[in-house]
């Protein structure tokens, strides 16, 4: 099952609505406290009764299919004639994948500047409920932080261009007012790091451009492959994709200032945007140097940086919470059936 399906599960039942799943496993991913969902009384029962609302969790890697799940589509738009349905998918490839108008797609990595699904409705890829809870417990505690500790706890992966460039270009800022904090840690021991430091390197992403504008690619890849390079509403010639992190949820949950792309600048939508400067350190590509020299200059500002990190904190919690993430959901879907 996927983080977010998970999530808006959990906030489902704190609305005291009740759920029932087709799903034999309720397990799920995520770095820190995963959501439980073996406790809470879910049902489970292979078909939907007429009066319940049905959400489909593909989580599935759509772009490894031959076919990009077009038959599993093509049977959800028979369904959808006669029922209102929700589609959740989670996966880092959700913008090469078209998905289709009939029903609501719930997607994260929403870049509007790039995309290939104008309809869908962008949500967020959030933390678990018990990442609020404890991290609700965690701002009750004093806690004395590095200063100028920056988390950078990234996984090793292939294709994360945008931490590549970004790191570039703030090595030569690593020194001695900025410290990195590399290890790579989980559970209460991540948890932890994150409540020492006082900023996250909280962005994920691969720059894309429209390689598919070249002839040579036409001719030596398939119809297929360059169906995942081809976005009909590109508004930008480079765009980055898959710019969402769970670090930049649970970071601002523990008070830890995410450092992020600036939302604006780079396209990047949420049904609510953090304000730079407020709730997260904003990065400006061409100008990255800018932005850690006042980066800087907050470490001078102790109160400001402590008022940053509740600011946060609190509006994470304010729009972002499993409770809040569900009522959206469905006030979202009912307005996308009436159109």
């Not at 894309?208 to 009909?232: C, N």
């Not at 898959?242 to 008070?255: I, Q």
Request: aromatic fraction near 14%; proline fraction near 6%; charge should be neutral.
């Amino acid at each position: 099952m996927s983080y977010i399906t998970a999530q808006f599960i959990q906030g489902a039942i704190i609305h005291g609505v009740s759920v029932t799943t087709n799903c034999q496993s309720l397990g799920t991913d995520g770095r820190h406290l995963k959501p439980d969902l073996t406790k809470l009384g879910i049902k489970y029962r292979l078909q939907p009764t007429d009066s319940e609302l049905v959400f489909v969790d593909e989580s599935r890697i759509i772009s490894q299919m031959p076919d990009l799940n077009a038959g599993f589509f093509e049977n959800l738009r028979e369904y959808a004639r006669t029922r209102p349905i929700g589609l959740f998918y989670d996966q880092d490839d959700t913008n090469m994948i078209e998905f289709p108008t009939e029903f609501a797609c719930f997607l994260p990595h929403t870049n509007c500047f790039m995309t290939k699904n104008p309809r869908a409705i962008p949500v967020q890829w959030g933390a678990s409920l018990e990442t609020f809870e404890e991290g609700k417990l965690w701002s009750k505690k004093t806690q004395v932080r590095s200063p100028g500790s920056i988390v950078c706890n990234f996984n090793p992966t292939y294709s994360q261009t945008v931490r590549e460039m970004i790191l570039i270009a703030t090595e030569s800022r690593i020194g001695s007012k900025l410290m990195l904090d590399k290890r790579h840690l989980f559970g209460e021991e991540y948890s932890s790091q994150l409540r020492n430091a006082q900023f996250c390197l909280a962005f994920g992403g691969s720059f894309h451009w429209p390689k598919t504008d070249y002839s040579w690619i036409r001719e030596h890849t398939s119809p297929l492959a360059q169906k995942f390079e081809t976005f009909p509403f590109r508004s930008r010639t480079v765009g980055v994709l898959r710019w969402d992190s769970f670090r930049f949820w649970e970071s601002m949950l523990f008070g830890c200032i995410p450092i992020q792309l600036d939302f604006e600048q780079y396209g990047f939508v949420l049904p609510v945007l953090p304000t730079p400067w407020l709730h997260y350190i904003p990065i400006d590509l061409l100008n990255v140097s800018s932005c850690f020299e006042r980066l800087e200059d907050l470490l001078r500002s102790p109160e400001l940086l402590s008022h940053m990190a509740i600011a946060t904190r609190e509006w994470a919690n304010e729009h972002y919470h499993p409770s809040v993430f569900f009522q959206r959901v469905i006030r979202d879907m009912i307005g996308y059936q009436k159109g």
